[in-house]
């Protein structure tokens, strides 16, 4: 007898599942998407119950709502493993800066970058940055991101970071993307420690990890098992190697998971460190070396590459990410959504970057996007792919082939999203 659930997508032309048992996808698998012609997919309380042959899914299973996806390709929902998408004012100005010559790191050096966007974040109150936040993420979504990684890193001291925290917890509850929290206290170091960056990162140390790790322990993110991160921005006019491994090694110990902006504009060392402490994830690697790239490929950290960043900065640097991929990495996208650097809030534009300039194949970028995205946030057991078991998070396109996703630029190709079973626009 057929098994009742809530929902059945039937008859796609493809179901590009990225099924992987859990775990991230390196070498050969990265290539595999998984791939079913003639698909269907059952659903029930926000859960996959199974997926294979439409005409398999429709005889095990019988749902009240149907979804005919004929000529359709379905792909799991993006997981955007890096973003800084909670910030006020915007960097407009700099990017005509830019345009007329100016480099990000001549920005940053002058007082603009991430301190200009941190005094508009400071003054910001926690509503107006809920508001200015969800019509980001509103955009995200619409293009495919059902999950979408969010770090702090604009207030840079207690109170504001707290506020970057508190305003991310909200956007998790009234927003139809999954949010998972970071706390990057360590972006910058804040005007007021002008040449005393070692006061900053001791209190960051003694007081902002603390205060956050507490902050985690009662919010609904401990409850739900989403986990929380830790992130260094590891460069010249940010924090050096000592720096980054104190700060890092603390927020261990206080319990959160790691990971690094690391290798962006300098290859300082960051990234021995980042493998010594055995992060979750390494972001951003422009100018890792190939020695870094071998010792990145045999650890179990993933690899996030960021493309929108050099696109949009007008770089030609991308990050060796199909050296990373051919030495066996777990190799995640990001678009790194923020207001400098990459304002950015396409996946799968960011794929198609990715798929020019740093050349991954489509499968790869999708796998990218998917299940090594879920991997790089701690999640791969519960998303990333469309797998028995794993929330429902999945998206359907209007062609017949996920490739399109990457061939095509500045189109958008989700018809419908669904996340956690629910049928979302
Ligand atoms: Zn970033």
New binding site residues.
């Given amino acids: 007898m057929a098994q009742q659930v809530d929902l059945i997508i039937h008859n796609a032309a493809q179901i590009a599942t990225c099924a992987s048992a859990g775990r991230p996808k390196r070498g050969d698998a990265l290539k595999d998407v998984g791939l079913i012609t003639g698909a269907g997919v059952a659903i029930h309380k926000g859960i996959i119950k199974g997926v294979g042959p439409s005409a398999e899914i429709l005889s095990r299973y019988t749902a009240p709502n149907l979804i005919n996806a004929s000529g359709q390709a379905i792909v799991p929902g993006f997981v955007d493993s890096?973003t800084?998408t909670v910030f006020g004012g915007d960097r407009v100005h700099e990017f005509e800066m830019r345009i007329r010559g100016a480099s990000y790191m001549d920005i940053m050096a002058a007082g603009g970058g991430i301190v200009s966007t941190m005094v508009h974040t400071r003054q910001e109150s926690k509503n107006n940055l809920i508001r200015s936040a969800s019509r980001r993420l509103d955009q995200m979504f619409s293009l495919g991101s059902t999950t979408v990684e969010i770090?702090t890193g604009y207030g840079l001291d207690t109170v504001n970071e707290l506020k970057m925290l508190e305003v991310i917890a909200a956007l998790d509850q009234q927003h139809s993307c999954r949010i998972v929290p970071t706390f990057l206290g360590a972006h910058s170091v804040p005007p007021e420690f002008k040449d005393k960056s070692n006061g900053y990162v001791d209190l960051v140390i003694d007081e902002m990890i603390p205060a956050v790790a507490e902050w985690y322990q009662s919010s609904h993110f401990a409850t739900e098992n989403i986990p929380f991160f830790i992130d260094v921005f590891c460069e010249n006019h940010a924090f050096n190697v000592t720096q980054t491994r104190r700060i890092l090694e603390a927020g261990l110990a206080a319990g959160l998971r790691g990971k690094i902006?690391v290798d962006q504009f300098n290859s300082l060392g960051g990234l021995d460190v980042a493998l010594d402490l055995g992060l979750t994830s390494t972001?951003h690697l422009e100018v890792t070396t190939e020695a870094g790239i071998e010792r990145l490929s045999r650890s179990d950290t993933a690899a996030v590459v960021l493309p929108a960043v050099n696109f949009n900065l007008g770089l030609t640097n991308f990050a060796g990410g199909r050296a990373l991929a051919d030495a066996g990495s777990i190799v995640a996208l990001g678009t790194?959504m923020?207001p400098g650097s990459a304002p950015c809030f396409s996946m799968p534009l960011t794929m198609a970057i990715a798929c020019r300039y740093v050349r991954l194949e489509p499968a790869e970028a999708l796998n990218a996007a998917t299940i090594n995205a879920a991997y790089a946030l701690g999640l791969s057991n519960k998303i990333g792919s469309i797998e028995a078991g794993k929330a429902a998070d999945l998206l359907i396109l209007r062609c017949d082939d996920y490739r399109n996703l990457t061939y095509l630029l500045g189109d958008n190709k989700v018809q419908t999203i669904i996340k956690d079973g629910q049928i979302i626009g």
Wanted: glycine share 0%; charged share 45%.
């Fill in positions: 890096h800084h770090k902006h972001d790194d923020n």
